[in-house]
């Protein structure tokens, strides 16, 4: 098995989840969106790159993710998978993870 | 990918999700509204600047949602996730999380 | 958003919820109901003062609730949502937190 | 809102639950009934005085209950709501926390 | 309500219940079972001595029990409700927590 | 009720249960399986040797178990009942514990 | 029962498992992968060697597997059982527990 090299293209999510890479925190306070400090969870903002087919149903056909490649969500920061690729940060999560299209 | 500039025109719920603005604590007192400081959940106040489509059915058709945009609302304390934009509170909350419409 | 007047004609539970005032303790005491204390869940009387529509099934349709504005009801002191409007006590409850009807 | 006047003609359950009138321990013991001091669940007798109309099919129709008034009952001592009328115990519990009958 | 005298002919259970009259101990280090003291649960030996009529399906009909009366059975020690008559031990189960049948 | 003589062949499994010898330790290492030790849930090796006529549908059929006695496989160290009998260790699985078949 | 002989493929997952070898670190770091050291689960690189034949629907038939064998997939850190052949380590996973294809 030859050594996997990992790039966004490469990443192909399964059923429901989506690849999203997440906004640096400067974007964030330029827009003006403040992260309020409490024990609720908080939301993040990212850009989605890549997106799976979506769930199958039990007659093998698919549901349709509501978002598409280039959406920018709102999402909770404590929901999916975190991965790092070079310096650039993104997270694998579920479509239902996601709270709102912000673009 | 530039910089997102929230907004609440820009914030598009997903599912049978809902955009409230928080309604300030002193409108709360004005209107004879008190909340009991108890361990049990906590009602809060506000008013829903917008909607999403509502939960998609096993045959892709919607389920709509029973609020619209400019209802107010009675809902828990401590559901769903807080956003703020510039000095403003908003929360997005699953409609489940509303328990009365009080306008 | 002008400020929020609530008054009890003002609030619509949502759902298969209902909006119940709730006793004063010394009408149970008169009336002959004992609150024994113990680990377990605590009745508590009240009167109905609003209803929901009732839970949607799948279909669309209704199902209507079994309780009636008026009814007074036995509910676990523990469930649902308290609201206080002047100096009265209101509670918002799911209707399967009712556990009797007294009246 | 006059006083509730409580009685056990009065509590009609909802759904599913049934009115049950505890057994004072001394017809325990004299039954042979021991109840043995361990960390399970115990199980406590009473005579059934009111039951509810079953719980509601999606369809509207009701599933009637398997029990009836005057079935003396097993139930675990942990189950259900307990409610007391002048000095006698009753309480209010699910059919399904109805172990056996024992009439 | 007369006194309630409890015997092992007047216990009906419900539903998918078993009563079951436990094994003594000597019984089963003579059969050689043998119950290791682990955190995992423990089995224990006992013979069904009533059964109920089996769940009740969605359209009234019921769903018989795979057991019956006079089958030795192996089930968790830490299931279902223990009931003493005179000086032997019972314990009220639902089907689902028989593990396997050994006579 | 004469003493139960526990013994391989008298065990029958309910529903989608089966009864599994534990491949001594021995075997193991010989074989080349290492459990590490990490906080994960650990497999383990035995071989079939019962099966239970599988879970009842809804309409009274029966889903037959995927694995056969004699199919030897991997399960979680911590699922089911461990039953000793004599000096043999044998487990009581539901089908849905065993991760392969290793034969 | 003869020692079991453990080895790649010998083991069969059963259901919607899959068997998975792990990858080792040294590919990962020269992939680009980096897992940051977070409080969330972890993302694990890996590549199938062996699948089960899918979840048996309720008629009897499959619903197959959507990775097949020789697919690298990112996973949970923390999902599934680890297993031990010689030197090498692999894991067995539900396949819901794949989170992205990354071949």
């Known amino acids: 098995m030859a050594a996997v090299s990992l790039s966004v293209s490469t990443v192909k999510p399964l059923g429901d989840r989506v690849f999203v890479k997440v906004s640096a925190s400067e974007e964030k306070t330029a827009g003006g969106l403040y992260l309020p400090d409490t024990a609720k969870e908080k939301p993040q903002v990212g850009e989605i790159v890549a997106i799976g087919p979506g769930k199958r149903n039990d007659d093998g056909s698919r549901q349709e993710l509501e978002v598409k490649v280039g959406d920018k969500v709102l999402y909770s920061k404590y929901a999916g998978t975190d991965v790092k690729l070079g310096t ?3 997270v694998l999560l ?4 996601i709270l709102a299209v912000v673009s």
């Open 94 to 97: 579920s479509e239902k993870d």
């Open 88 to 90: 650039d940060e993104y």
